[in-house]
């Protein structure tokens, strides 16, 4: 398959075009978004939904969020990542296959098919996760563009894909929010060095390979400006695949929570790798035949509990 994104290849850091359209639906009065809704997600790369659940659900899925973090030895060995240097929990992957909750949310009409709309396509979830930031330790995530460390590493082939990201606490300007670079996604910015095998197992807990430079960087800060999306739980930050996103540490007594799930369009399923000879595992990057999201409708806590 052509490389039409190649990355840490070279020596020195290119801005190249997207291929790809970012809204691959045409918007109508059935969308499960507004046109206005739509059009910002084309320009900025991102969209913030509120008040979708209720509170109810919220206080549903914080409750099953704190059993997985207060128990992460009940859960697959492999998938949960610590703090670089601590003992803390930083994410646990692959959640929504070990919480029926978690599989459920990511099922829920509300996101699916806002997800289906998006993408033009069936969806099914190339990863998942719970982010956790606690209170005073939590680390940052450095920036980057997801895309091109799925492209790289896991054999992603078009940008066809994005993140939403369910906020389980109050997500505040103080306590990590997640940042982005509003119309970063419009460009594909390479990144420099050769990808060690076996890199995620380091950069799950920090990112050195697959980063982009400071230069380019600071370039399109000053070209488009930082946003940082708060929100109280329940919140939903939906952001593309390529915009350039991070995050600062938490030195707030108050933790940072998310259900992070990935949509990839079923005709976007990957193939080998294009950066390294050995792609990441099945518990970070969903390999095989797509399993397509059949969306749910109904409310989030008594679907599961019955």
């Not at 914080?62 to 994410?91: I, N």
Request: glycine share 6%; with cysteine.
């Amino acid at each position: 398959m052509t490389d039409v994104y190649p990355s840490r290849h070279a020596d020195v850091a290119e801005f190249l075009p997207r291929l790809d359209p970012v809204v691959y639906s045409q918007w109508n009065e059935d969308a499960p978004v507004s046109r206005e809704q739509a059009e910002r997600f084309d320009r900025d790369g991102f969209l913030v939904l509120e008040d979708i659940f209720s509170d109810a659900e919220v206080a549903f899925l914080q409750s099953e969020a704190g059993k997985l973090l207060a128990d992460p030895q009940a859960l697959e060995e492999e998938t949960v990542v610590t703090e670089p240097g601590g003992t803390e929990v930083r994410s646990i992957f692959r959640i929504h296959a070990q919480s029926d909750v978690i599989a459920r949310l990511a099922a829920d009409e509300r996101l699916a098919r806002v997800a289906q709309f998006l993408l033009g396509d069936a969806v099914y979830l190339h990863q998942s996760r719970l982010n956790y930031k606690p209170g005073f330790t939590g680390k940052e995530f450095y920036w980057h563009s997801d895309f091109e460390t799925w492209h790289v590493e896991d054999g992603m082939p078009r940008m066809r894909a994005l993140s939403m990201s369910v906020l389980l606490a109050e997500n505040t300007a103080n306590n990590g929010p997640l940042m982005l670079i509003p119309g970063s996604h419009k460009i594909y910015l390479t990144c420099v060095g050769e990808t060690p095998q076996d890199h995620y197992r380091q950069s799950l807990k920090k990112q050195e390979y697959g980063v982009p430079d400071e230069d380019s960087l600071a370039e399109l800060a000053h070209k488009h400006g930082i946003v940082a999306p708060t929100g109280k739980p329940g919140s939903v930050v939906i952001f593309d695949c390529n915009v350039m996103h991070g995050s600062n540490g938490n030195i707030t007594p108050f933790p940072r929570a998310n259900a992070f799930m990935v949509y990839n369009a079923v005709s976007n399923r990957l193939a080998p790798p294009f950066g390294v000879d050995r792609p990441r595992p099945e518990f970070i990057a969903a390999r095989g035949e797509p399993q397509p999201v059949e969306p749910v409708r109904g409310c989030l806590a008594e679907e599961v509990l019955v």
